[in-house]
């Protein structure tokens, strides 16, 4: 069993930055594709971002491009996701998720709990 531990939500002002990490065993840190994902109150979990096994290649979805970067730090086995100007709409449980590719939900193997990110207005 893989077990992924995301951490680092919060509570944020609209315009503001958080950076959620994500660690993974080491087997999986270095063999699958880490993703990022959220899931608001009533609606689907979504896919926002995607960092390549190799660590080399990045996707993300059309909705956090230019807001959201997907990273990771090799020597601790962490993905991050830096998400700037938060909006109220980015309010959502997020949760990483390994074993998958690119952003769809579906394909996912692995999933870690998740932490909670509020954006304020």
């Known amino acids: 069993d893989v077990q992924l531990q995301a951490s680092g939500g919060g509570l944020v002002q609209a315009g503001g930055s958080l950076r959620p990490s994500c660690v993974a065993p080491?087997?999986?840190?270095?063999?699958?594709?880490i993703g990022w994902f959220r899931q608001a109150p009533g609606k689907e979990r979504e896919g926002l971002a995607c960092?390549?096994?190799?660590?080399?290649?990045?996707v993300y979805a059309d909705s956090v491009k230019g807001r959201f970067t997907v990273s990771s730090d090799n020597a601790k086995n962490t993905v991050y996701l830096q998400m700037n100007s938060l909006k109220p709409e980015d309010t959502a449980v997020h949760y990483c998720a390994a074993g998958g590719r690119g952003v769809d939900t579906r394909v996912y193997d692995y999933w870690g709990q998740g932490t909670q990110v509020t954006v304020s207005s």
């Open positions: 080491a087997s999986a840190y270095d063999n699958y594709n």
């Open positions: 960092i390549s096994s190799s660590k080399g290649k990045t």
